[in-house]
């Protein structure tokens, strides 16, 4: 398909495990966005990359938290010894630059 | 405190009837408002968008305004449907920034 992709959809971990959420942007999207998405709250800024450079990691919430986009277009996030607070729904997000972002489903992480 | 305030934080409405959500913004200077419909267990998807300039814009059923002057957007859904039954959020765009600023969303029940 032509839109954001975004895998697994859902992901079951116990807590202290390690987990890698996987995003494939819109083809020739140079900009990449990760969201973090509380159950009933709009979502919240955590990561932006331009190309393969992560510009700004200010919304991480703590070290645990590790997004990569080596070659510029797949992003991984990762978290690491989760907790059952990192419980939410991650979304990624794509762009052109200063342009409209388009969003993935998500993927929907519970931490037992 | 979130810089954008969404009213109700949910509704019901009988098929076939209309409804208007309200959403409240204290972010400035702002580049563009969207309003992104949201269904269960899919990422958002841009609704509308309108540049500070502008006062009201639609998309089928959907109209969104604007007033700049009071920082005041709605989003009014004409003989809803009931696929209109998804979260509606109210995003704001920094003039010059890349980040978005999400209301936490109006939940939209709608019941034949």
């Known amino acids: 398909g032509a839109g954001v992709s975004q895998s697994p959809r859902y992901k079951v971990a116990k807590r202290g495990q390690d987990v890698a959420l996987r995003c494939d942007p819109i083809?020739?999207?140079?900009?990449l966005f990760w969201y973090q998405q509380a159950l009933g709250q709009g979502p919240e800024f955590l990561t932006y990359f331009q190309n393969e450079a992560q510009l700004d990691k200010s919304g991480l919430p703590s070290d645990r938290f590790f997004a990569e986009r080596p070659e510029g277009s797949v992003s991984t996030l990762k978290i690491q010894r989760t907790q059952q607070e990192d419980s939410a729904v991650y979304l990624c997000?794509?762009?052109?630059?200063?342009?409209?972002?388009?969003f993935g489903d998500g993927t929907r992480l519970s931490i037992l | 405190k979130n810089q954008v305030e969404q009213s109700p934080q949910s509704l019901i409405i009988l098929e076939g009837k209309n409804c208007t959500l309200q959403c409240n913004y204290t972010v400035s200077p702002f580049s563009n408002l969207r309003w992104y419909k949201q269904d269960t267990g899919r990422g958002p998807v841009s609704l509308t968008i309108m540049t500070f300039s502008e006062n009201t814009k639609s998309n089928g059923r959907y109209t969104a305004t604007l007033d700049a002057d009071t920082k005041q957007s709605s989003l009014h859904i004409t003989a809803s449907q009931l696929s209109d039954s998804a979260s509606y959020i109210c995003?704001?765009?920094?003039?010059?920034?890349?980040?978005?600023?999400f209301g936490a969303g109006t939940t939209v029940t709608v019941r034949a």
């Open positions: 995003v704001v765009t920094l003039s010059n920034d890349y980040k978005l600023s």
């Open positions: 997000a794509s762009s052109l630059v200063g342009q409209g972002q388009h």
């Open positions: 083809s020739g999207h140079v900009s």
